[in-house]
Each structure stands twice: as structure tokens, then as C-alpha cells.
């Protein structure tokens, strides 16, 4: 039995499970090359029928999520979806009626699911999916949390477990509260649009001049470097207030965003982000906190792109009232297509349990690789073995190069986990000058992130043993020791988010090991692999081409060693 599920909002894209099983999942920005893609996922839909060999009409169920007003209005008239978009990514200059447009955009997204909503999406959703030549279906309609909750509760090491969601919204809901026991999942809180987190942070991401649903991580980044304040005298501490389990917003979304321009108009950047971080931080642990109190369940699962921040991951991470927790690496509104099919299948089957990898894309093999770079007279081509691979790379990268390294099946997920990545010496400052310039051209306060062995996580990170992050969703203090070593991978503040390797990925681990032979820690510098701006790569052409762009000189892909002439 096969479900597929769709999601086709921000960060769109497709899963499909086949017998209980995940088989495929991908981003439609991986196909489209446009990051963060808004649109139907023909192509991913596409991909994942292909991965698994099955034709539309063979499709038994189809899942997607979300039919809240403004959702169903976008699918009506995709052309309001695509100038956002447009304009969101800079694509065109601020239009005159910016003003309009964003009360326009709270207003409609906060109104939540209206009664001819649900039938008017069905409709849509059909078209798209019969030209596809999807016949004899059934399609599934699954409430926005709910998604996010089915992804988290279901792929969680836990058995019993709270499961808690909070994003900007969706469905006309921000945050959710979830018992996950004896194979059932339970909802007892919900928190409405009006009172969203994730919109406040959304928000004073755009007044600082940044992507809204984008660049919020560089919002957290720059909090770090100002001075550090009382709670007591954050200019926004009465913006939010928790008590109990509810979360309550002071202002509604309108009078929210004039109140915080209004204090960001008199506050320093890096001032202002900090006051943002500091109350966004307070809230949500005392937010989860309190949920874990009241459900005395103290194994919680995280999904909603809230749970993107990092810093306030650690925060949490820190609770004492924690005891493990597991935050779904695709946490956002790109892992809904998921979270669909697994309620879906969940519904109809009963399975609630899944072993999970996020290893879930697009693989090549070495002839398809070979087949890709014939005829390219720039480059030269050398076959390895995976164990050659794996040594040579750290070889080039202990004498401080940096290397692309594409490997295997793409990864699901925001994150490059050592599939699609960028491969570069922790320690040193100027290879990290060289990426920065060349390929990835971050903000002077971006920092990179590491992935190490996880057999040496305990001497490098101040590391409690709450959860193997094997999906780089958290920050971690890096032991003062070990600060040196990982310097050109670490936040200003010492922290790092960092991926801990083991056999979920042999190859990977095997170049660690390789690594900790030449400079005695098994850590490296891991950056997705993708020029800024664009998307992480998908196939072998699109490699070769970033390689051609940003003349890197080596590149190890699936059993090819290659060098670019041009390269330096
Ligand atoms: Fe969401």
C-alpha cells in the first residue's frame, strides 16, 4: 500500500511510504533550484514515484495539509503566492503598498480554517494531481499541527512521549501540546495564530531588514553579539506572557509589528535581536516547562519550525524537567509532506512507529556520475573506492583544503549531514575566509558548524547525554579546551551546533576517523553544499557546476575523485 503525501506552501515537496515503510522524501527547491519553492511539487512528487518505480494511477492515498483560508486563497490565485515569493527573496523591489500587503498577509493568514475552505483546496489539489495522471485515489486532508506532531511522535526514539509543536501558524494554530501513549496520539493544547512565537520572531526578522521565513537563524546569530541584558530590561519583556500551559501574545499580530518597529527604531541591531532571543527563549521553555509538568511525560519530541532556533533548543535542552528529548530534523513547514503520509498511514493502518534516517533524497551511482561528466574538458576524473574516499578527503583536508563531498542519498531536511556537503578543517580561520568568499558568501556573524565522531562528543561539547544529535538541531558549549580545534566552526560565544557522526552514516564516519589520525579529534567543518543563495545540490550535473562557478578544486562524488583544472 502506498501514501503519498504533499505539501504544497513554503518549502513545498512530497513523501511517500510504501508498507509502512519511508521510502522517498524531498524539497520541491532541490528541483526547481529555487530555495524555499512555494508551488504544487510536480517534480518531487515526480522523483519519489520514480525512486520507488510505481506509477501515479498504482497510488492507493494521497495526504496533503493545511486548508486554512489564506492557504485555500493562494491556491486559487497562485499568482498572489508567486509575487510574495518574489518578493520575500528579493527578487523585486519593494513595492509601494508593502504596508498593505503585509497587514493583508496577518490579517488573512491569522483567520484559520473557514467552512468552504477544506472542499475548494480538494479541489485544487485533484487538478494538479489528475494531470499528474493520479487516478482512483483517495485523497486525505490532515490538520497543520497535526502534521508537524505525526513527524515527531512518529519517528521519536520514545514510546510514551509528549509532543509539542509551535510554528508561526497554520490552520489558525501556533502551537500545540500532544500525549503520545500506547500507539495513540493525543491533543490537549492548542494555542491560536494570535498569540504565535513563531510570527513575533517572523516579524522582527523583517524589521531588521532580513528575509522573513528565512534568514530568522541570522536574527539569533547577531543577538549574540550584544551586551547582555537583564530579563528586566528587555524593552519587548511585556510583549509575551506564559502561564501554565497558555501562551499569551500581548498584542495581535498588526499592532505587534508597529510596537516592535517602533522600539527596533531606537535600539542598536544586535540590541534589538537580543531582546528578541532573550523573550522568545523565556516563553518557550517556560512553555515547555510547564507542559511537562502538567503531563508529567518527561521524553518530548519537538516538530514546527520554532524548534529551528537553535539557541533556544539548548535552552530547553537544559530543563531540568527534561529527560531525553528528539527534535524531527525537518522541523519546519518542508517536513509537513511527511508528518501527512505518516498520519495518513497512521489512520488507516495503525503504525506509529518508524525507524527513521534523513538520508531519503536522490541517489547516483558511479556510472550515472561517470555518464554526467563526459566530455567535460575542465575537470579530470578519477575512480576510488569509498574506503579511498574516505581517506584521501581527509588527507586534502587536514593539509587545509576544503572539498566537496557528495555522497549517497540527499538529504531531507534543511541540514547537509555529510551526503551533500562541504568539507573543510575546523580549525582554521583562513580556509573558512576562502569558503566564505568564494562559495557560500555568509554574513560576517554566520558562524559554520562541526561534525565530529560521536565516541568523542563527551570530550569535546559540554554534553549531557539527553539525546544523540545526529541531525545538527541544537547548539552545544564547546569545551574551552577544545576551542582552538574547532574555532572555525563555533558561534562567538563558544557554542556550536554540532552533528554527531556514527553508523548511520559509515562513509562519513570512516573520513572522521581518518581526520582524527592527522589532528587527534575527529572533527570537521560541515557546510551544506550549495552556492549562497541557491539550494543544496541534488544530482552530479549540478555539482560539477558548482564547482565550475566557485572554481573549487576537489570534489569527492560517489566513488569519482575529481579535480577542476581551473581550480585553486
Ligand atoms: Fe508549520
Request: include cysteine; aromatic fraction near 12%.
Amino acid at each position: 500500500m502506498y501514501v503519498l503525501g504533499l505539501w504544497d506552501g513554503h518549502d513545498a515537496g512530497a513523501a511517500l511510504i510504501r508498507d509502512g515503510e519511508i521510502v522517498y522524501a524531498a524539497n520541491e527547491e532541490r528541483f526547481t533550484k529555487r530555495k524555499l519553492e512555494a508551488n504544487f511539487p510536480y517534480r518531487s512528487i515526480q522523483a519519489a514515484l520514480d525512486y520507488a518505480e510505481v506509477k501515479p494511477h498504482e497510488i492507493d492515498n494521497v495526504a496533503f495539509t493545511t486548508t486554512e483560508f489564506a492557504k485555500t486563497l493562494w491556491r486559487v490565485f497562485p499568482g498572489i503566492r508567486e509575487s510574495y515569493y518574489q518578493f520575500r527573496r528579493r527578487r523585486m523591489l519593494k513595492p509601494s503598498f508593502e504596508g498593505l500587503r503585509h497587514d493583508i498577509k496577518y490579517m488573512t493568514t491569522t483567520v484559520g480554517i473557514l467552512p468552504a475552505c477544506g472542499a475548494i483546496s480538494r479541489s485544487v489539489i485533484s487538478r494538479s494531481l489528475n494531470r499528474m495522471g493520479f487516478r482512483g485515489y483517495k485523497l486525505h486532508v490532515v490538520e497543520h499541527h497535526t502534521a508537524h506532531a505525526a513527524t515527531a511522535a512518529f519517528t521519536s526514539p520514545f514510546g510514551r512521549q509528549l509532543v509539542i509543536t509551535c510554528d508561526g501558524l497554520g490552520d489558525g494554530v501556533s502551537a500545540t501540546v500532544n500525549t503520545f501513549d500506547d500507539g495513540k496520539l493525543i491533543r490537549h493544547i492548542t494555542i491560536g495564530a494570535r498569540d504565535s512565537l513563531g510570527i513575533f520572531y517572523e516579524q522582527a526578522t523583517n524589521i531588521v531588514g532580513m528575509r522573513e521565513m528565512e534568514d530568522e537563524g541570522k536574527l539569533m546569530a547577531m543577538a549574540d553579539y550584544s551586551y547582555p541584558f537583564d530579563f528586566e530590561d528587555n524593552a519587548l519583556k511585556h510583549f509575551f506572557s506564559a502561564t501554565g500551559t497558555i501562551i499569551r501574545a500581548r498584542y495581535g499580530p498588526l499592532k505587534q509589528f508597529r510596537m516592535l518597529q517602533r522600539i527596533a527604531w531606537k535600539t542598536p541591531r544586535e540590541q534589538f535581536s537580543y531582546f528578541v532571543q532573550q523573550l522568545f527563549e523565556n516563553i518557550l521553555t517556560k512553555f515547555v516547562s510547564n507542559s511537562v509538568d502538567r503531563f508529567n511525560i518527561h521524553d518530548v519530541a519537538f516538530a514546527g519550525g520554532v524548534f529551528s532556533n537553535i539557541k533556544a533548543n539548548m535552552m530547553v535542552r537544559n530543563l531540568d524537567a527534561l529527560r531525553h528529548w528528539y527534535i524531527f530534523p525537518h522541523m519546519g513547514d518542508g517536513g509537513i509532506a511527511l508528518g501527512s503520509a505518516l498520519y495518513t498511514n497512521y489512520m488507516l493502518t495503525g503504525k506509529s512507529k518508524y525507524a527513521f534516517s534523513a538520508y531519503l533524497g536522490d541517489s547516483f551511482d558511479e556510472s550515472e556520475t561517470e555518464h554526467a561528466f563526459k566530455g567535460e574538458r575542465s575537470v579530470t576524473v578519477q575512480r576510488e573506492s569509498a574506503a579511498e574516499q574516505a581517506a584521501h578527503a581527509a588527507e586534502l583536508i587536514s593539509k587545509g583544503n576544503y572539498v566537496f563531498w557528495c555522497q549517497g542519498r540527499m538529504e531531507f531536511g534543511p541540514r547537509a549531514l555529510g551526503d551533500r556537503s562541504i568539507l573543510a578543517p575546523s580549525s582554521s580561520e583562513e580556509v573558512k575566509e576562502r569558503l566564505n568568499i568564494r562559495v557560500k558568501k555568509r554574513e560576517w556573524f554566520q558562524p559554520f558548524a562541526p561534525s565530529m565522531l560521536e565516541e568523542d562528543v563527551g570530550s569535546m561539547l559540554e554534553y549531557d547525554g539527553k539525546g544523540v544529535d545526529k541531525y545538527m538541531t541544537m547548539a552545544y558549549m564547546v569545551k574551552e579546551e577544545m576551542r582552538d580545534i574547532t574555532k572555525a566552526a563555533m558561534h562567538i560565544d563558544g557554542s556550536a551546533r554540532a552533528q554527531m557522526v556514527g553508523a548511520e552514516n559509515p562513509q562519513y564516519m570512516d573520513l572522521l576517523k581518518h581526520i582524527k589520525r592527522h589532528s587527534g579529534s575527529g572533527v570537521v567543518l560541515n557546510t551544506s553544499f550549495n552556492i549562497h543563495g541557491l539550494p543544496i545540490v541534488r544530482t552530479p550535473q549540478d555539482a560539477l557546476e558548482t564547482m565550475k562557478a566557485t572554481k573549487t578544486k576537489y570534489m569527492f562524488i560517489n566513488g569519482l575523485f575529481v579535480t577542476n583544472k581551473a581550480g585553486a
